[in-house]
């Protein structure tokens, strides 16, 4: 366990592996979902602060379900986030990667320090924490369903930029390792994201007489 939390790769690509057992297998993805609570935890906790911060009721955007069709939390759209401002909307369906980047980070490092003094039960405790965040703690199906139908489609110039991913992770490869790579391009995904919600906030606020 401890070397499958050292290795992002593995982590990004067992998240994709949930995400879609969450969008084929809803059985499986809450019985995931309990094993992996912290996870599950962080990312119902990131979508309920930014909604908190950015004016927005949690439960007109939020679906949280620990015992529904699915195990977590994720955006949704109903009559009245219709209303809602798609910038802030945005910023909640990308707050789980916002947030549990960080997290990842300080948790792969403190891993390492426990591997280095010999605390063997701290280490697989982070381990457990740092798979948790990293398979259930992202980006749910529902805030990707949301980004890809109200933000990348309706940008060109942000699919643009995406189309670049690939070129950014081989470059941060190049430079240093695939760990820094992979981590440079989630935290590039997160810059573009941002800049098309900003972008998007500026229209709302043109006011034609």
Known sequence: ???ISLNIG???????VYLIIQYSWSGMSKFIGLLLFPGVLIHIASHYLLSRL???KPYTALRISPIGESFGAG???SADTYKLSTWRLGLVAISPLIVSLPILIL????????????HSEGALLLAWMIISIAVCGFPSISD???LTSNIIIKHPDTIIALILVPAVYILGSLAYNSDIAILGTLTYLILILIAALL????KEEIVVE
């Open 1 to 3: 366990m401890i070397s």
């Open 107 to 118: 948790l792969k490092g403190l891993l390492i320090l426990s591997l280095e003094y010999g």
């Open 144 to 146: 990707l369903g949301f």
């Open 75 to 77: 955006l949704f759209t």
């Open 10 to 16: 593995f982590l990004i690509l067992a998240w994709i």
């Open 199 to 202: 972008g998007e906030s500026k």
């Open 54 to 56: 950015l004016g927005i």
